[in-house]
């Protein structure tokens, strides 16, 4: 029904900046909420930001506010994860998500736990050197 395959990871250095790019594929798209989650070594799968259909509702983790923005463009079906002064800590594999559910009709305000996303890309490494 949809897939989704990450791009634009790699080797950075701490301070530095990565785009990240979801391509998308699949009916009904420009209606999905979109989300971003990274996993490190070790840890546990965490949020990131998300994104709703219009792209006028936004929300990030706190540890990323000021420093990550997430955007999307319905055609070509694409969403971004712009991602400035990185850190170390910021290692990790990141992953596009997607939901063809809004977080307004089910009484919420956004998604932040990733059972709420149905459909997941293959993530992108990132690893940021100190």
């Known amino acids: 029904q949809v897939q989704l395959v990450e791009s634009g990871g790699g080797l950075v250095q701490a301070g530095g900046s990565v785009r990240l790019s979801c391509a998308a594929s699949?009916?009904?798209?420009?209606?999905?909420?979109m989300g971003w989650f990274r996993q490190a070594p070790g840890k546990e799968r965490e949020f990131v930001a998300t994104?709703?259909?219009?792209?006028?509702?936004?929300y990030y983790a706190d540890s990323m506010k000021g420093r990550f923005t997430i955007s999307r463009a319905n055609a070509p079906n694409t969403v971004f994860l712009q991602m400035n002064s990185l850190k170390p800590e910021d290692t990790a594999v990141y992953y596009c998500?997607?939901?063809?559910?809004?977080?307004?009709?089910?009484?919420?305000?956004?998604?932040?736990?990733?059972?709420?996303?149905?459909?997941w890309g293959q993530g992108t490494q990132v690893t940021v050197s100190s």
């Open positions: 998500a997607a939901d063809n559910r809004q977080p307004v009709f089910s009484g919420k305000s956004y998604y932040t736990d990733e059972n709420e996303y149905d459909y």
């Open positions: 699949g009916r009904t798209f420009s209606s999905y909420t």
């Open positions: 994104i709703s259909w219009s792209g006028r509702s936004i």
